[in-house]
């Protein structure tokens, strides 16, 4: 472990992960305010992976074009976080409130200092892992499946894009509504992509990243490495996400069960009825 951490640039990059689960801990007591591992979240990938490729004098271009893609991915997510007030003061996720409440005091520090803050922030190192199975077999020449990984990525990319101005698009109309004193007849959105799932972002969101685990498999030749771990734990976060998210949306709007109903969870497919 110690000459991984010492002598390799994504090892380097474990010593960054340990500050930013402590720095995020403290800024979370010091503040009251639990984003600050969302406010990482979009930047994190891209210092990890422009550091890899970096660390070899940006030479190997299988490692450039994954650093290229995944600042595409941070730069995407964190304009889109940033427009919904996510990095001004009190822009905290609705989430973490209902959790609180939920917990309580001593139950939700205690889930902070676990998983809020370290666990989320080695996840965020984890699931860039794959650009160090590349970084292992550097100057090894691009094949048919880092084509393919790129053709992947791009289209998951558009497709969280489209997702996200979709979803702000009606939420800007419904605040607008709600401010003129207007009839809110749709208080979910369910048209656009969310008609084939009721996460489209968060399938292409998980998608890019094995996408991203595609180019190790291309780099290696080999299915299977360590660096799949942190992209298991990913979708499983994901999935517990999802489940409580949809939670809090059954207990505010009645109708979202038909939804739940009709529409497929993560993976688009044709709506029932």
């Known amino acids: 472990m110690d000459a991984f951490i010492n002598t390799t ?11 930013s689960m402590a720095l995020t801990w403290l800024l979370s007591v010091i503040t009251r305010e639990y984003s600050w591992v969302d406010r ?46 996510g990095y001004a003061p009190g822009g905290e996720d609705y989430r973490w409130a209902v959790l609180r409440e939920r917990l ?9 200092i676990t998983f809020v803050s370290p666990f989320q922030c080695w996840l965020i190192w984890a ?17 048919a499946l880092d084509f393919v990984a ?35 007849t749709q208080p979910f959105f369910r048209g656009g992509l969310y008609r084939f799932s009721r996460h489209p972002n968060y399938f292409c969101e998980i998608g890019q990243w094995w996408v991203l685990y595609i180019f190790a498999i291309g780099a290696s030749g080999e299915f299977l490495h360590w660096t799949i771990g942190g992209l298991i734990a990913l979708t499983i976060l994901f999935d517990g ?18 939804y ?14």
Request: proline content about 5%; aromatic content about 16%.
């Open 9 to 19: 640039p994504f090892g380097h990059m474990f010593q960054l992960c340990l500050v």
């Open 40 to 85: 990482w979240w979009s930047i994190g990938p891209a210092i990890y992976a422009i550091y890899v490729a970096w660390f070899d004098g940006f030479a190997d271009l299988r490692l450039n074009i994954m650093a290229f893609l995944v600042t595409a991915w941070a730069v995407r997510l964190t304009f889109n976080f940033a427009r919904k007030g």
């Open 104 to 112: 309580g005091p001593v139950g939700f520090q205690a889930l902070n």
């Open 127 to 143: 699931f860039t892992a794959p650009v160090h199975t590349a970084w292992e077999h550097r100057g090894s020449e691009l094949v």
């Open 150 to 184: 790129i053709a992947l990525f791009v289209l998951l990319w558009l497709g969280e894009t489209i997702a996200d101005e979709q979803m702000w698009a009606f939420q800007e109309d419904k605040r607008r509504r709600k401010e003129a004193g207007e009839e809110v």
């Open 241 to 258: 996400s999802v489940r409580f998210g949809e939670s809090i949306s059954s207990s505010k709007y009645p109708a979202y069960a038909d």
């Open 260 to 273: 739940q109903k009709q529409v497929s969870r993560i993976i688009p497919w044709f709506p029932k009825g």
